[in-house]
C-alpha cells in the first residue's frame, strides 16, 4: 500500500480546496454528536480522522474521503455508548471487513449483488441525506436560517454550472458571516493549545461487545455503501482509475485497524462523500488531503475551543451542502432510465433503505433476491427460489 502513495496527479487548485468542503455536512454533526456522547478525547479524534483524509488522498489520488460509520455513530449517539465499546466496535468491523478481503468474499459479493441494488443503495442513502438536510438541519435556525440556507443555496446554483468560481467558498463566508453578525460567536484569547493523540488498548470484552452491539448493525450499510457504492461511484466518475472492492475494503479494514488504538473514531469510505467532493469541485485526492490538513490543524491546535469553532458552520449551511452531496447520489439512478425494470427495483430498494429500521440490510438481501427472481422470469430459467 505504501508504495503507491505519491503526489502524482494531485492538484491543489481552487477547485480542490472548493471540493474539500463537500462532506462536512455529513462529517461535522456526527463527530461532534460521538464526541459529545461518549466523552470523546478531541484532539484524538480530529487528528486521526484529518489523517486518514491525508493518507486516503494520497494513496487512492481521487477524492475518496474518510466518514464516521453512521450506523456505529447514531447508536453511540442516541445510547450514550461508551468510548471503550466504540473503539473496540471500530476494531471488531476494521478486523471483520480484513477477513471479507483476505478470503475474497468482498469480490463475490460484488459479483452476485446487481447494480440495481447498488443503485438503489446508493438512491436510498441520497434520500436519507436529503430528508436529514430538509428535516433536522435546515429549521434549527428558525426564519434567519432559511434565508441563510436560500441566499447559500442561490449562490451554489449560480456558481455550479462554471469551474472558475466554486461554489463552497462563498457558502462557508456567507456561514461564518452569519455566526459573527446575528449570532455573535467570538473566540476568546485561550483559542491555541497544542495537544497530540492519546494511546489506548482496546480490551477483548470491550471488541466482543462492540461487535455484537456496533460492528453487527454497521456491517450490511458498510458493504452496500462503504464498499459496493462507493466502488461503482468510482467506477462512475473516475472510469480509468480500475478501482476494485477489494482495495477499498482493505483501505477501510486498515484504518479501523490503527484507529482504536489512538482513540480515533470507525470510518469508513462513502459514495456520499465522494459524490459531495466531486459537486463542489474535487477531481483529485487534493481536496481529500486538504480536508484532512483542516482537522489535523484544528485537533493538534485549536482542540480546546472546538465547540466555538463548529458554531462558524451553522446548521443550514450544513444543510445546503448535505442537500446537494444527497442530490449528487440520487441522480446517479439516471443510467438504469432505459431499463423500466431495472429502475423501478433500483426505486424500490432506495425507498426501503431510506424508510426502514436496518432499511440497507433489507434492501441489499430483498433487492438481490428480487433482482435474480425479475431475471429467471424474463428469460424463462427455473430462477434461485
Not at 503526489?7 to 480546496?17: A, D, T
Not at 480522522?49 to 474521503?65: A, C, D, H, K, V
Not at 497530540?196 to 471488541?207: A, M
Not at 425507498?351 to 427472481?373: E, M, R, S
Request: net charge positive.
Amino acid at each position: 500500500m505504501l508504495k503507491k502513495i505519491s503526489l502524482s496527479g494531485i492538484r491543489f487548485n481552487r477547485q480542490e480546496w472548493s471540493g474539500a468542503l463537500g462532506d462536512i455536512g455529513t462529517d461535522l454533526p456526527l463527530l461532534i454528536g460521538m464526541i459529545l456522547a461518549a466523552h470523546l478525547h478531541i484532539p484524538s479524534v480530529l487528528i486521526l480522522f484529518g489523517l486518514m483524509q491525508i493518507l486516503t488522498g494520497l494513496y487512492y489520488r481521487i477524492p475518496m474521503p474518510v466518514q464516521p460509520l453512521k450506523a456505529m455513530a447514531a447508536l453511540v449517539i442516541a445510547q450514550q455508548i461508551s468510548s471503550n465499546v466504540l473503539y473496540g466496535g471500530g476494531l471488531a468491523i476494521g478486523l471483520s471487513m480484513l477477513l471479507l478481503t483476505a478470503t475474497r468474499l468482498i469480490e463475490w459479493l460484488h459479483r452476485v449483488i446487481p447494480k440495481a441494488v447498488v443503485r438503489g443503495i446508493q438512491f436510498g442513502l441520497g434520500l436519507k441525506l436529503s430528508l436529514i438536510a430538509l428535516e433536522n438541519y435546515l429549521p434549527k435556525e428558525g426564519i434567519p436560517g432559511f434565508i441563510l440556507a436560500g441566499v447559500c443555496l442561490l449562490i451554489i446554483l449560480f456558481l455550479l454550472p462554471q469551474r472558475r468560481f466554486p461554489p463552497a467558498f462563498p457558502v462557508i463566508i456567507a456561514g461564518i458571516l452569519y455566526a459573527i453578525w446575528i449570532r455573535k460567536v467570538s473566540l476568546d484569547g485561550s483559542v491555541f493549545s497544542f495537544e497530540w493523540p492519546k494511546l489506548t488498548i482496546p480490551q477483548l470484552s470491550d471488541i466482543l461487545t462492540g461487535f455484537m452491539v456496533l460492528a453487527l448493525p454497521q456491517l450490511p450499510l458498510s458493504l452496500g455503501n462503504s464498499i459496493l457504492a462507493t466502488r461503482q461511484i468510482t467506477a462512475d466518475l473516475f472510469p480509468d482509475k480500475k478501482i476494485s472492492v477489494s482495495k477499498i475494503s482493505l483501505s477501510y479494514s486498515i484504518m479501523n485497524i490503527l484507529n482504536p488504538f489512538l482513540n480515533g473514531i470507525p470510518v469508513c469510505h462513502g459514495a456520499g462523500g465522494m459524490a459531495g467532493h466531486y459537486a463542489f469541485g474535487g477531481r483529485t485526492g487534493g481536496s481529500v488531503i486538504l480536508y484532512g490538513i483542516l482537522f489535523c490543524f484544528l485537533g493538534l491546535c485549536f482542540s480546546r475551543q472546538f465547540s466555538t469553532i463548529i458554531q462558524f458552520f451553522p446548521f443550514p449551511v450544513l444543510a445546503v451542502i448535505l442537500l446537494c452531496e444527497g442530490l449528487a447520489l440520487l441522480v446517479l439512478i439516471k443510467d438504469l432510465r432505459d431499463d423500466i425494470g431495472a429502475f423501478t427495483l433500483a426505486i424500490l430498494i432506495g425507498l426501503l433503505a431510506a424508510i426502514l429500521p436496518y432499511g440497507f440490510l433489507i434492501a441489499l438481501i430483498l433487492g438481490t433476491g428480487l433482482d435474480y427472481l425479475l431475471k429467471s422470469k424474463r428469460l424463462g430459467l427455473p430462477g434461485m427460489f
